[in-house]
């Protein structure tokens, strides 16, 4: 990093942190390293029991051969697709993964389902073809209400082509005792694959939650853990060079000098790598009013375009980089820019690296990194609209032509109207926070990164783009604990189609909408400015979008 106004910050950190033994702490897994925790309190032993992940390349070693094994059965069985169903950390590594090796010729692929929409279940029920699919179950609790609906839908599906030799065609990956252990028992499941206790899912990259799904595409397991290993290494050492202390440091300095938005900058190679970083830092750090904001898949614009509220990281690989003369620009201009190399086929060392990072930028930032205390909230309203069975989500403040939007903050006199005051309540430092449940192949992505780059130009804020229910295992937490300086637009629609789901008295829309009304409620019970804009069915969204914010 050059000489911007976060360098000798950002040094004096490293050098109070190395001061402080930190990193022997850490490796000593010394509780108190995290918000003055001590071994008898009850977050100290709660962190205790999340620092599994230190050891992961070491304790990994030993299962890889049961993993290879289990990988190439499956592919001698004929198996052309792989369905994981899992969320948050026990799936986007494996996306990340996928991306980045890609499929290895003479293996199955890997489709990622961390979703309840019902546009994407009905198809991907639609085109199973059970005698060549595998479901991978990836849950640590065993309860995920998202996996464990998927499971009983697909399950039944199984069963009913397949008869006996359904359970052939499931494996689970869990921890130990959990219901999904016992589930995968009595359905006979072809493996159950037991995660260590002791890692968080967001901390799982390295663990068997990313292992599994990398062998059974036939990415290079071995090298993945090496690469995990390695960077391990490097992160014992107790100076300035070590990797993930100089990430971990400045993106805690950051966040305390105001510059909360860490912005990432990524190279096509390694574009996926955005979601996984952004679940791991935002749930991580994102509570007690505090964190860091990870905006990853945010094209760079103008120099003139941003804040002082911004921290930059550029990672360049031996494949490609970003746009470095940008970043140079933007350094000249007097924004912090942290640049980082790495090589793709060391994807585990950059698992690591951010993982250690996270735990350091914890410490700096004087909290906790390994719970996530807000994200029950929204689950626990999602449970009780689910109970009332009263999906409405309440009155609409204004309605027009299909669209209808809600807010107990905002008003207008039509849609747009609304919109555009919620808009224009935007400050200095704040974020917009765009969290669909559109499905997510209807555009409306494409959509809304033109919107956001307007907003971005006009305001100089940043903002996100969440896919729920996806979001809510990752950005979930900083929405509600973090800095409250959001602006939330909660896209939800009307399905064409209705799944249910067996053994429940709720369908796949059902879960879907209660899940994007309860987090709307928890969002405005945090004193979120919060809108939420309801398509009807024959609505088109993307046009709908591009008049409301023009």
Not at 18 to 30: K, P
Not at 142 to 170: C, N, P, Q, Y
Not at 361 to 386: C, M, Q, S, Y
Request: aromatic letters at 8%.
């Amino acid at each position: 990093m050059a000489q911007t106004p976060l360098y000798e910050p950002a040094r004096r950190t490293i050098d109070a942190l190395l001061a402080d033994h930190l990193i022997g702490r850490i490796w000593r897994r010394d509780v108190s390293a995290w918000a003055g925790a001590t071994p008898q309190d009850e977050v100290g032993r709660a962190i205790a029991n999340r620092l599994g992940w230190l050891d992961v390349p070491q304790t990994m070693r030993p299962e890889l051969d049961a993993v290879v094994r289990v990988a190439e059965e499956v592919r001698r069985d004929g198996i052309q697709t792989v369905y994981l169903l899992g969320m948050g950390g026990s799936s986007l590594c494996a996306e990340v993964i996928r991306a980045v090796y890609g499929i290895r010729e003479g293996f199955p692929d890997l489709v990622v389902m961390d979703t309840t929409d019902e546009a994407t279940i009905h198809a991907a029920l639609s085109r199973l073809d059970a005698a060549a699919t595998l479901f991978l179950v990836a849950s640590k609790s065993g309860g995920t209400i998202e996996v464990a609906s998927m499971e009983k839908l697909f399950w039944g599906a199984v069963s009913k082509a397949r008869g006996a030799d359904a359970g052939r065609h499931f494996i689970a990956i869990t921890d130990p005792g959990t219901g999904l252990a016992q589930l995968a028992q009595q359905r006979g499941y072809r493996h159950t694959f037991i995660n260590p206790a002791d890692i968080g899912g967001r901390f799982s990259a390295l663990s068997l939650f990313g292992l599994v799904p990398a062998a059974l595409i036939g990415a290079p397991v071995h090298d993945l853990l090496g690469g995990g290993a390695d960077m391990a290494e490097g992160c014992r050492q107790e100076n300035h060079q070590n990797a993930g202390l100089q990430l971990g440091a400045y993106i805690g300095t950051a966040a305390n000098a105001g510059r909360d938005k860490l912005t990432v900058v990524l190279p096509p190679s390694m574009r996926t790598l955005g979601l996984w970083i952004e679940q791991l830092i935002a749930e991580s750090t994102g509570k007690h009013d505090k964190g860091a904001l990870p905006v990853v898949d945010e094209p760079l614009g103008a120099v003139s375009s941003y804040g002082p509220d911004r921290a930059f990281v550029g990672v360049s690989t031996d494949r490609d980089e970003p746009d470095m003369a940008r970043l140079q620009a933007l350094e000249d201009a007097g924004h912090p820019v942290l640049r980082l190399s790495t090589r793709a086929a060391a994807l585990g060392a950059e698992f690591f690296r951010w993982e250690f990072a996270t735990a350091v930028a914890g410490a700096v930032l004087g909290i906790n990194p390994f719970d996530e205390p807000n994200v029950a909230e929204a689950k626990d309203k999602t449970k009780a609209i689910l109970a009332q069975r009263d999906f409405s989500g309440g009155t609409p403040v204004a309605a027009a032509n299909g669209i209808s939007v809600y807010s107990s903050r905002f008003t207008g006199s039509s849609p747009a109207q609304t919109v555009r005051n919620a808009v224009a309540s935007l400050g200095a430092g704040d974020y917009v926070g765009f969290l669909s449940y559109l499905p997510p192949d209807s555009g409306v992505e494409a959509v809304l990164q033109k919107i956001r780059a307007d907003l971005q130009a006009a305001h100089k804020v940043a903002s996100t783009y969440g896919l729920g229910p996806r979001y809510l295992h990752s950005t979930g937490q900083y929405h509600k604990g973090g800095p409250n300086k959001m602006l939330a637009f909660v896209l939800t629609g009307e399905d064409a189609t209705e799944t249910p789901i067996p053994d429940a008295p709720y369908s796949f829309k059902q879960l879907k909408r209660a899940q994007a009304v309860g987090d709307f409620q928890t969002l405005e019970a945090h004193g979120r400015r919060t809108v939420r804009i309801h398509f009807d069915r024959d609505v088109d969204p993307v046009n709908a979008l591009r008049e409301l914010f023009a």
